[in-house]
């Protein structure tokens, strides 16, 4: 069935729908998922901290918060060795998740940083 | 995970000593009345350096990915859940005298 699941992804697109609708191991799932959050929730308060010391003010510091997540995107795309349906059963998983709420913890971090450095 | 977690300590402290010369450097340039257009090179350098620390830490610390399919090496084992369901309690335990009449022989 999926004895050569861990190969190219191009591979599975083909036997995609039979093989990943009904058998996945739902608990990795969601260890794999809980571990994407810390590390965008982490980054992203670091970088909302880089932001704020280097003085970013309005629109360039979302341009470098999409920079900060596509960053750490590739990274955990690295972690999984790019093979990502052997650890999740999307690519919106890896790319899209924990975005809005690391965007907020960014803002928070940014503000912070910045009224420290540069205010008082 | 302890050198992860060292590694990202390291990190936060690289970008707090980053955080205080640039606080000293707008010290400087109010006294200079200049206009602030960006942090000196060095603690930009020192920026990024505490940035591929952190990045570093972010990607070790949480965990290892698990594979998820059901047939691969590391998931040879099946937990069955510990619910009630699957617990025996007809085993040959019930051979041991029971603990109140161990108690009550001291």
């Not at chain 2, 205080?20 to 603690?43: A, D």
Request: proline share 3%.
């Amino acid at each position: 069935m999926a004895g050569h699941g861990d190969s190219s992804s191009s591979q599975k697109k083909s036997s995609e729908v039979m093989n990943d609708v009904p058998t996945f191991s739902a608990e990795n799932l969601q260890n794999n998922m809980k571990v994407i959050y810390y590390s965008r929730t982490f980054m992203s308060i670091i970088g909302g901290v880089i932001a704020g010391i280097l003085g970013f003010t309005g629109f360039m510091g979302f341009i470098f918060y999409f920079l900060v997540m596509a960053v750490t995107s590739i990274g955990l795309i690295a972690k999984s060795k790019f093979s990502v349906h052997s650890y999740f059963d999307s690519w919106n998983r890896i790319i899209l998740d924990g975005f809005m709420g690391g965007l907020m913890s960014f803002v928070l971090f940014w503000t912070f940083a910045y009224d420290i450095v540069h205010i008082f | 995970m302890g050198l992860g977690f060292i590694v990202g300590v390291f990190g936060v402290l690289i970008l707090s000593h980053a955080a205080y010369s640039t606080i000293q450097y707008r010290g400087l340039l109010k006294i200079m009345e200049e206009e602030f257009s960006g942090p000196p090179m060095n603690v930009v350098l020192e920026l990024l350096l505490g940035f591929v620390f952190c990045i570093w830490a972010a990607l070790t610390v949480p965990g290892n990915f698990h594979s998820i399919h059901p047939d691969s090496e590391e998931n040879r084992i099946v937990s069955l859940s510990a619910n009630l369901d699957f617990m025996i309690f007809n085993h040959r335990a019930k051979a041991f005298p029971l603990e109140i009449e161990m108690k009550l022989k001291h």
